[in-house]
C-alpha cells in the first residue's frame, strides 16, 4: 500500500479564475468586511477619510482596519506579519481586494487612530445589543496584566535609584584610589592603566548624573517609580513574579460572555475601578439597573457606595485583612454591630460603645471601645492590646453590610463570577497569545486593547449566530 501522492509540481493546474469561488459564504471575512463597510470612519474619527486632491493616492482607513481586525482575529498583531499575510494569504487577498500595503503604511494607521477604535469596538457592542445578545442583568467585572515594552531593568523606584547612586559612589571612590596609586607606582600587568581608568570614571560619572535625574523626577513629580521604555507603564505583580505592564479593565455580561466595555489603565491594584467600569457598563447597555460582580480585589466602600448611588448593586465579598484573625484571634467578623444603639456586641455579648469619630485617609472614622474588658475571661483570644479591644467602622459602612447581605444570599452568583469574566482574559491572552502590548504609552496600548476586544466578541458572535446570519442582520 503506497502514501496519499500530491501533485506533481511541474503539473499545470486549473484554479477558479475569480477570487471570490475560495471565499466561501460562512468565512469570516465575509463579516469583517460587511462590517466595517457599514461604518461611517469619518465619524469614528478616523483620519484621512477623504482622499487628497494632490500627490499620490493612498490606502483606504476602511481597508487597513479590515486588516487589523483579521490579524487580531487570526493572532496576528504584527505590521511586518500583516504586510507579509497581505502578499500570501488568499483570505487577506480577497479581503482587502490583493492591495499590498508595506509594513509601515500599516503600523502608522494603528498609532494615528488610537482613540478610533474605541468607537468601533462600542459600535459592534451597540449592534450585540440590538440584537438581543446581551442579557443586561449581570455583568462580571475583573482586571488582569499585561506586559508592557519596558524590562524591569528600566523600571526604577527612590529606593533603587538610591541604592545604584551609592553603589556608583563606591565604585566611583574605589577607582580614584587607583588612580592615585597608579600616579605613585610603576604599571603591573594586572592594574588597570590610568587611562583605562580614567575612561571607567567618565562613565560612572555620567551614569550618577542620569540616575541623579530620574530620580529627580521622581521627588519633582506625583510617581513613585519611572519607566524609561514606556513611561506610562508600571511596575506589577502578575504570576506570581514582577514585571512591568497594564492593568487590564473588563466588563462581561453573563448571558454569552461578551465584552460590555473595556478600559487599560496603570493602576497597580483594582481597588478604584468598580464604580467607573460599572457605570460605563450600565450607560453601554442601556438598562436603568445592574447587578455587577466582581473579586475581592475591588472591595472599597467608597466605589461601593458610589455604585449604588447609579443604581447598580455590587457584590463583592468582603476580605479577611484583620491581623487578629491571622493570628488565630478574635476578628472584627466575630462581631455583631447593632445599629439602634450604635454598639458592637461581641462573642461574650458585652457592648463595645461609641466614644469619638477622627479621619484615616480621607474617611470618617468611629471608634469603639468595650469597657469591661479587664475582666474578660477570654481577653487572651480577643485582643493584644493591654487597655481592651477596640473596633474602628466607616461612618457609612452600613453600604457595606447591605452588601453582606446580599452576597450571602447569592453564593451562585459569587460563583459564577470567574467562569464569566475570566473567559475572554483566558481567550485573549492564551489563545490569541495576545498577554503583552506591542506599542508604548496607555492612549497607543488602549487602542491595541479595543482590537482584542473587538475581534473576541465578533468571533464570540460568529459562533453563536453564524456568519450569513451576521451578515444578513448588517441589512436589517
Request: hydrophobic share 35%; net charge positive.
Amino acid at each position: 500500500m503506497s502514501y496519499i501522492e500530491g501533485t506533481a509540481r511541474e503539473q499545470y493546474l486549473l484554479f477558479p479564475e475569480v477570487i471570490n469561488e475560495y471565499i466561501t459564504e460562512d468565512n469570516p471575512v465575509r463579516f469583517i468586511d460587511a462590517f466595517v463597510d457599514t461604518l461611517d470612519l469619518e465619524e469614528m474619527g478616523f483620519a484621512r477619510c477623504q482622499p487628497a486632491a494632490t500627490g499620490r493616492p493612498g490606502y483606504d482607513p476602511a481597508d487597513l482596519l479590515k486588516l487589523y481586525i483579521y490579524g487580531y482575529q487570526n493572532r496576528v498583531r504584527s505590521s511586518r506579519r500583516l504586510e507579509e499575510e497581505s502578499h500570501r494569504n488568499v483570505e487577506v487577498m480577497w479581503l482587502i481586494r490583493k492591495l499590498t500595503p508595506d509594513f509601515k503604511t500599516i503600523a502608522d494607521f494603528r498609532r494615528n487612530n488610537t482613540k478610533a477604535f474605541k468607537a468601533v469596538f462600542r459600535r459592534f457592542s451597540l449592534m450585540c445589543r440590538q440584537w438581543d445578545l446581551f442579557g443586561g442583568d449581570v455583568v462580571a467585572i475583573d482586571g488582569s496584566k499585561f506586559k508592557a515594552v519596558n524590562s524591569t531593568r528600566r523600571n526604577f523606584t527612590r529606593s533603587k535609584l538610591e541604592r545604584m547612586l551609592k553603589e556608583i559612589d563606591e565604585k566611583l571612590a574605589g577607582y580614584l584610589q587607583q588612580l592615585d596609586e597608579a600616579d605613585a607606582e610603576e604599571a603591573e600587568p594586572h592594574r588597570l592603566s590610568a587611562e583605562e581608568l580614567n575612561q571607567r570614571i567618565a562613565y560612572l560619572k555620567a551614569r550618577r548624573q542620569n540616575r541623579r535625574e530620574l530620580l529627580k523626577s521622581i521627588e519633582d513629580g506625583d510617581q513613585t517609580r519611572v519607566s524609561l521604555t514606556d513611561p506610562d507603564s508600571r511596575r506589577i505583580s502578575r504570576h506570581q513574579k514582577t514585571e512591568v505592564g497594564y492593568n487590564v479593565q473588563m466588563a462581561v455580561d453573563d448571558k454569552h460572555h461578551l465584552i460590555v466595555e473595556e478600559d487599560v489603565t496603570n493602576a497597580v491594584t483594582d481597588r478604584d475601578q468598580l464604580s467607573r467600569m460599572a457605570i460605563k457598563a450600565k450607560e453601554a447597555l442601556g438598562v436603568d439597573r445592574l447587578k455587577v460582580v466582581a473579586d475581592k480585589g475591588y472591595y472599597h466602600g467608597k466605589e461601593i457606595k458610589a455604585c449604588e448611588e447609579a443604581g447598580i448593586e455590587p457584590y463583592v465579598s468582603k476580605p479577611l485583612t484583620s491581623v487578629n484573625t491571622k493570628l488565630g484571634l478574635y476578628g472584627k467578623e466575630r462581631f455583631r454591630y447593632n445599629p439602634e444603639k450604635n454598639c458592637y456586641i461581641c462573642p461574650q455579648g458585652e457592648e463595645l460603645t461609641y466614644r469619638f469619630q477622627s479621619v484615616e485617609k480621607d474617611r470618617p472614622i468611629g471608634y469603639y471601645v468595650c469597657a469591661v474588658c479587664g475582666n474578660c475571661p477570654v481577653k487572651p483570644r480577643c485582643t493584644r492590646n493591654q487597655q481592651g479591644r477596640k473596633i474602628i467602622r466607616w461612618v457609612e459602612e452600613e453600604v457595606l453590610d447591605r452588601m453582606h447581605l446580599r452576597v450571602s444570599a447569592n453564593p451562585e452568583l459569587m460563583n459564577k463570577r470567574k467562569a464569566i469574566v475570566e473567559h475572554p482574559f483566558g481567550t485573549i491572552k492564551f489563545w490569541n497569545n495576545q498577554g503583552g502590548f506591542l506599542m508604548k504609552g496607555l492612549r497607543k496600548v488602549s487602542a491595541e486593547m479595543s482590537l482584542s476586544a473587538l475581534a473576541y466578541n465578533i468571533k464570540r458572535v460568529m459562533n453563536i449566530m453564524g456568519i450569513p446570519d451576521m451578515v444578513k442582520a448588517l441589512s436589517l
